[in-house]
C-alpha cells in the first residue's frame, strides 16, 4: 500500500458518502477498511461501497488482507476508458432511478458511452463466441465442445483476453492458441 494514500474506515455508507463527497475531486484514491462479520465491528459490505462509490464516478480494485478479520480495497477515480461490467451498470441504472448519482458519476458514464468502454465488454457478458474464434474452434476435433464445456466465468476470461487484443496479429495469436488447448482439453495457462 502507497504511504500516500490514505486509509479511510466508514462504519456506515453515509460516512463513505461524505468522504467521497468532500474528497472526490482532490483526491485520486482511497484504501477503504472492511470488516469481518465475525469481528463484531461496525462496518459497510463491499457492495453497499461500490454503490457509492459508483455516484461519484469512482471504483473498487485490489484488495488486500490484513489479518483475519481486517482488508483493505482500494477505490480511486474510474478511468475514461475503463470498461464497465454488467453488474456495475445494473447497479448505475438503480443509482440514478434513485436520485444518488452525483455529477461526476453521470459524467464518467456519458464518457464511457461515447468511447465505447460502457458497452465494449456485452458480447463478453452475454457469452458471445466472436465469429473468428467459432472458426479456429471448429478446425480442431473436440475443440467447441470442450470450450462450451468450460464454466462461465472462464469462457468470459477467455473471450476479454480476445477482446483486449490491440492487434490483429495478437488477437489471432490468441485465439489460435486457444483453439489449439481446447482440442487438448486444456485451457490457456494466463488461466
Known sequence: MSKDTPVFYPETMTAWR???DKN???????????????????????????????????????????????????FSKRK????????NKEK?????????????GHAIIEIAKQNGSWTILDD???????????AALKQHKGAMDYFMGLSKSIKKMMLYRIKAARQAA?????????????AEQKKPKSF
Request: aromatic share 8%; net charge neutral; proline share 2%.
Open 24 to 74: 472526490h475531486l482532490s483526491e485520486q484514491a482511497v484504501w477503504l477498511v472492511f470488516h469481518a462479520k465475525k469481528s463484531g465491528r461496525k462496518t459497510i459490505t463491499w457492495s453497499e461501497a461500490v454503490d457509492v462509490a459508483l455516484c461519484y464516478g469512482w471504483i473498487d480494485s485490489k484488495k488486500v488482507k490484513v489479518d483475519e478479520h481486517t482488508a483493505h480495497q482500494f
Open 170 to 182: 495478437t488477437r489471432e495469436k490468441r485465439i489460435n492458441e486457444m483453439a489449439t488447448l481446447a
Open 124 to 134: 463478453i457478458e452475454d457469452l458471445i463466441i466472436p465469429d473468428d474464434l467459432e
Open 80 to 87: 475514461a476508458k475503463s470498461t464497465w461490467s454488467k453488474i
Open 18 to 20: 461524505k468522504w467521497l
Open 92 to 104: 448505475v441504472d438503480r443509482l440514478i432511478d434513485a436520485g444518488l448519482m452525483k455529477p461526476a
